[in-house]
């Protein structure tokens, strides 16, 4: 039985922040949801979504006498919405987050929040290419990971409550530090988003190949890039940003194998090539069994009569 | 009312040869279906698969006789194939490929068939990451595209026919010169995997971050590398050594990119990440608006219980 919130407060109301909304009613988590986004036209949308119970465009409204408030905007603004809410805070509040990166976060938001406030950042790894409250649902979490990175001296309480309720979601909770976290997220997330837009961006202003050419032929392989390659230009941008040295460092990594491998097909090592690509299969099996991919060829895309 | 093929040999019966089989079978292609591996034991699969009328290890026996032959092999393997069959084809005989590199299959195949044969090579664009037999499947093709790369002089009715058997797979076809063929795959296809490989292989050897943890938050966007990545290693290993040219100009695009990017992270420059990221959205509405690409989200992956 989970610790159900009396009032929780939605901070920004996208993709993330809507799934989180629909989960929390479908699964019970709240007596009462407000919901706030600073546009007007996204309050509305979410109002005729019926996401929350009241709605508001002020953070600080939205957080008045909230037993846990959930900020989820783009990680460049935490600290505005931090230091917004702060003051309106009720002791004892529980304050979370969901954004990709962990130690900025931390350093722009804790400065405003309250000592009597508990501060348990959290990053549920999960999303689509789509944005905005109108793509989120309820199993967006579910059978996904969420990690959590308590800042030391984190109320234990809040933690658990925190945890409880992203594992009533249908995540399976993780404690990391923050800067592991970054860094670990940086390679499973933010250099694969950063190489996917690169790719159909060089693709974008090719001469020699048409666009129409891409489109035709995306099935050979590119189009598997652009699903990541659509998604929120805002959040990504305030994710590079935000976690530079951590994305830096692993796309080292990253542009250090490819030059070797580069230099293996301008020598015509096949050996070199055979035994890399026999290696990177037995990772996709690895997430499989995770759980946290689908065994279906090609992702489970339709195929024949019904992709027309 | 597609031309019928009176005896259809199909040299190689992985996934796109055993999905041309079933194809042809479904749609009534050919009167009588040879398969051919060399492995017995791949043999054995398509015969309990019933994949043809009659089964052999021997390229040459395939070929002897048949009026349609496609060569369904690594590219690498097409020349041999080739010197095989060619002494046993018989006058009239059309053969074709399904190769992902045109320009080098040309160059290995050609000197060694007859002046009596004609020559139409071909590319599907279409595949899963599984490989063999027991993979295929008859719509693998069904709303993708096939490009054709006729040699100069070619047969205008061996083209034709060639071209109506894959419009009755339910391909699109184009027809294209093999070297503007395999500059645009080397950037729509050869690059990616390329990258995909790469990133993946990175991932492997890691020391700051567990194969466990990748495993867990692969959905954050590394999963999706992961499916070409699994690929059949001796296709890519031969498609790379194949299009070495094309491949290595289009990497050099992707990594002076890639380098601006890095350039653009290491010095905050928010609006030129911004820039980008919103541009290469729409590239992805033009791959799905052309019908080769799902607009669910997330692939159309299961979410939630389903997923388990």
């Given amino acids: 039985m989970p610790h159900r919130v009396r009032r929780l407060a939605l901070v920004g109301i996208g993709l993330i922040g809507s799934s989180i909304a629909r989960g929390a009613r479908a699964w019970g988590l709240a007596d009462e949801i407000v919901v706030q986004s600073r546009r007007a036209e996204t309050v509305a949308t979410a109002e005729r979504l019926k996401l929350g119970d009241r709605y508001t465009t002020s953070a600080a409204e939205a957080a008045a006498d909230a037993d846990l408030v959930i900020v989820s905007v783009p990680v460049g603004a935490c600290g505005a919405i931090a230091r917004e809410i702060g003051p309106a805070l009720k002791p004892g509040a529980t ?25 348990v950042p959290a990053h549920p790894v999960a999303g689509t290419e789509y944005s905005g409250p109108e793509a989120g649902f309820a199993e967006l979490f579910a059978g996904r990971y969420c990690i959590l990175t308590p800042p030391e001296g984190a109320n234990a309480e809040a933690v658990e409550r925190v945890k409880a309720f992203w594992e009533t979601l249908g995540s399976n909770v993780e404690i990391m530090a923050p800067d592991h976290h970054d860094l670990v997220l940086a390679i499973t997330s933010h250099v694969p988003h950063l190489i996917a837009y690169n790719i159909v961006g060089t693709v974008a202003h090719l001469e020699e190949v048409t666009q129409s050419e891409v489109m035709k032929f995306a099935a050979g392989g590119f189009r598997d890039f652009t699903r990541i390659a659509a998604s929120d230009p805002t959040m990504w941008r305030d994710v590079f940003l935000n976690n530079r040295e951590a994305v830096l460092e692993m796309l080292g990594r990253f542009t ?36 946290q991919e689908t065994a279906a060829p090609d992702f489970g895309r339709p195929h024949g009569s019904e992709s027309a």
Avoid: N, Y
Wanted: net charge neutral; hydrophobic share 45%; charged share 25%.
């Fill in 95 to 119: 304050v979370s987050d969901v954004g990709s990166v962990k130690l900025s976060v931390i350093r722009q938001m804790q400065p405003h929040l309250p000592e009597s406030a508990h501060f």
């Fill in 256 to 291: 250090e194998d490819l030059t070797a491998l580069q230099r293996a097909i301008r020598f015509g090592d096949g050996d070199a090539l055979f035994e890399l690509f026999t290696r990177t299969r037995a990772i996709r099996r690895g997430i499989i069994e995770a759980g």
